[in-house]
């Protein structure tokens, strides 16, 4: 397995790539493993060798979102640097032109969704779960993840999981359209995704990623729009006076 510090990356046959994410212990997302991320998925992304890519985690939980111990001492220049992260990271993902399969293993919560929404089909184990806590750390959401949002997600799904930030389990997701097969053990979880992948590589690549860029541009481009224009770098920042003792307050929680 090649590494690239908290990414690992896997050949599978055929052109079926594992990129899997490693950041211990939870794949907390820092502005520097996004930016990262970013890169990786991009050089996959026009690599002709590649077919179809399978995202994966090694831990118990599949992407935590951020580190709230170490994000409510960010300063500005630290909230920016997330957002960037945040925007690119995602954008990334959600305009590569391979099919991707986003593998998961665990909890996927608040920025750590994103790797799932933003993927081509999704595969859950069935102690997975799934929300979008941003209002309960009060934070609101960077244009790349809200857009992307606002468009994998119906609008009683946006509110349920948007205006609550209360999780959902995969039953409940493949319900809500963003999970699309549940797997009862670990072993069948990569076996789906596999199968998944080999299913799409299988598919004429130039019509696939035309297609999918069809289905994406006009997210895409106002995403790339909103970044033009500062969308990267807000200039208060991204947090608000609430936003401290809220992730305190989720801290808190959950020691308890």
């Known amino acids: 397995m090649a590494e690239k510090q908290s990414l690992s990356i896997r050949a599978h046959g055929d052109g079926i790539i594992e990129l899997q994410l490693g950041r211990a212990p939870v794949n907390a997302l ?38 709230l111990k170490e994000a409510q ?34 909890a996927a919560i608040a920025g750590g969704l994103f790797f799932v929404l933003a993927s081509d089909r999704r ?4 102690k997975s779960s799934f929300g979008l806590a941003e209002v309960r750390v009060g934070a609101d959401f960077p244009v790349g993840p809200l857009e992307i949002a606002k468009a994998t997600l119906d609008s009683n799904t946006q509110r ?11 039953i409940a997701a493949r ?16 076996a789906y995704s596999l199968s998944e992948a ?29 970044i033009a ?17 809220a992730m305190q307050r989720m801290i808190d929680q959950g020691k308890s």
Request: proline share 5%; glycine share 8%; charged share 25%.
């Open 123 to 126: 595969v859950a184990l069935s």
């Open 73 to 106: 001492d960010f300063d500005l220049e630290q909230q920016q640097a997330i957002v960037r992260g945040l925007n690119e990271g995602f954008l990334a993902l959600y305009a590569c032109p391979k099919p991707v399969v986003a593998c998961v293993g665990g």
């Open 30 to 67: 820092s502005a520097k493993f996004l930016m990262e991320f970013a890169d990786e998925i991009t050089r996959i992304g026009q690599d002709d060798e590649v077919r179809a890519i399978i995202l994966t985690s090694p831990f118990k939980v599949f992407s935590a979102g951020l580190d």
């Open 229 to 245: 224009v500062g969308g990267n770098a807000p200039a208060d920042g991204w947090f608000n006076s609430q936003t401290k003792s």
């Open 175 to 190: 319900n809500f359209g963003f999970v699309d097969i549940i797997a009862e053990d670990q072993e069948d979880l990569f």
């Open 198 to 226: 080999r299913k799409l590589a299988e598919l004429p690549s130039l019509a696939y990623a035309s297609i999918k860029r069809q289905l994406r541009g006009e997210v895409i481009a106002r995403i790339e729009a909103a």
């Open 160 to 170: 349920r999981l948007m205006l609550t930030g209360q999780p959902v389990g995969p």
